[in-house]
């Protein structure tokens, strides 16, 4: 299935999301990748995409609709990065949710979350853990993703790691014990959902492994 809508991905510069740019562009999808720093637009356009320069943590959902406009489908790849509790509830949770609302107001058919194995309301972090704002913000967020009209897939990678990969992953009992997932993998399985009408609803939780993602998606 080829993807005849722009895919505007949201976070654009992250390791993933050059990654799953530069494979998008090169099965010829029209790519768009929202960053913040102009000075990254040189290497969004090395990836094969157009840089949109925006800052998705001040926008509301009007500014938001404006950057998706036109996209047939979102790819969620932001993040604050840790550390800063307030600015980690900001980007990873109220962002997200802002965009979402944005690319449903304005039509977008997909919206594809990249989070991680093991998000959601048991993610069993405590409060005093400085992973617990992280957590706990993937877990809304993916929340009223789940709840909204958006056709959603939701990425649940595991460790992230810089080893080369990107044809096979593990799901379920054939996951990595240590659940290590390399970055190359994540963007490939992010732009193989989005040909994949049968990942629309589904949370894929996986990890480095030996099955090919064509056919690990299969599986439910």
Known sequence: MSIERPVTIIGGHGKVALRAARILAEAGAEVYSVIRNPDQADDIREVGATPVVAD???LDVEGLREVLRGSGSVVWAAGAGGGD???TYAVDRDAAIRSMDAAAQEG???YVMISYDGAGPEHGVPEGDSFYPYAQAKADADAH???????????????LTDDPGGESIGVGADKREDRATSRDVVAAVAAAVLRRPDTIGRTIEFSDGQTP????LTRE
Do not use: K
């Open 213 to 216: 993602i064509g056919e690990a």
């Open 145 to 159: 993703l789940r709840d909204s009209e958006l056709q959603w897939t939701i990425l649940g990678p595991g460790m």
């Open 56 to 58: 998705v943590e001040t």
């Open 108 to 110: 977008v058919e997909r």
């Open 85 to 87: 509790a307030d600015r």
